[in-house]
């Protein structure tokens, strides 16, 4: 079984964190997913993650948050939830965004009262399987937070870089390492969930980042799993999100507009000094 090393993160268990392959047994697990105009990958992606996890809960909540897609997601979701009674959809209008959307995405997990609460975007970037063991290492660590740390990523060179960046900006301002700090595979306790999304506003671009740093702070047990990141699903492995050339060679421009948004907004809420949460 694949261990990765435990970072020495919020408190005082050090040694490693084996890959959450243990059976482990919930009443309510709730996973909640932002998505945007992923109507060709978006029914095979929820209906490998309900086969994945079914058997580790009673009951099996999926929401999935569609950001006013233009493309036929919306009745491809209708026809899921029509399909499934597990399943439930919001579409929201007008388009927010990801970093809103995944609030919002949270925010009804919390509302249905699981016992754990797993987020993923709806690209569908990773195996299944490997979402079943975040959410299981959750439970057999006792932990509070468990991140899925992507290995093998596929995505534009200038993608990875922005992560790398974030999580040394991120490690510098904590004191220590955090690997992959802006992962959208996570798993939380309710409770520590309610106090991050309660801290944050709405419209919040990087909501994920912000999760990282204070989980930090607030000395939260926060573990690590690592899982494969695959490319995103459906016939374009780029997707509609940053605009612009199908394989772009450098960042586009609407990339870069939302990293200078997204800089300010982490000082202003999370790295400014005094605003420590």
């Known amino acids: ?38 109507a060709e990958g978006i029914a095979s992606f929820v209906g490998e993650i309900a086969d994945s996890v079914s058997g580790m809960c009673d009951r099996l909540s999926v929401v999935v948050v569609d950001d006013c897609s233009t493309d036929d997601m919306p009745r491809v979701l209708d026809d899921l939830a029509d399909a499934d009674p597990r399943v439930m959809v919001e579409h929201r209008s007008p388009n927010r965004g990801h970093g809103p959307t995944a609030l919002a995405a ?22 299944g399987a490997d979402i079943a063991r975040v959410a299981r290492a959750l439970s057999s660590h006792d932990a509070d937070v468990v991140h899925g740390i992507r290995r093998d990523r596929t995505d534009p060179w200038f993608r990875r870089a922005l992560t790398a960046s974030v999580s040394v900006v991120v490690g510098f301002a904590v004191g220590r390492r955090v690997p992959d700090s802006n992962t959208p595979l996570r798993a939380y306790r309710p409770a520590v969930l309610e106090e991050l999304v309660s801290s944050l506003p709405n419209d919040a671009l990087v909501p994920h980042v912000h999760f990282s740093l204070a989980e930090v702070r607030r ?26 050339a199908k394989s772009p060679k450098l960042p586009p421009k609407r990339l870069r507009q939302f990293a200078r948004r997204a800089a300010a907004e982490l000082w202003r809420y999370s790295l400014r000094p005094g605003r420590g949460r």
């Open 1 to 38: 079984m694949t261990a990765l090393r435990y970072y020495g993160v919020c408190g005082t268990r050090p040694g490693t964190i084996a890959s959450g392959g243990s059976t482990l047994h919930v009443s309510h697990l709730a996973v909640v997913m932002p998505a945007y105009n992923e």
């Open 106 to 127: 949270y925010r009804r997990g919390l509302e249905l009262e699981p016992d754990v609460i797993v987020h993923v975007d709806g690209d569908g970037q990773f195996h």
């Open 219 to 244: 000395a939260y047990d926060v573990r690590y799993v690592a899982v494969r990141s695959l490319p995103r699903r459906g016939s374009d492995a780029t997707g509609t999100m940053w605009g612009g």
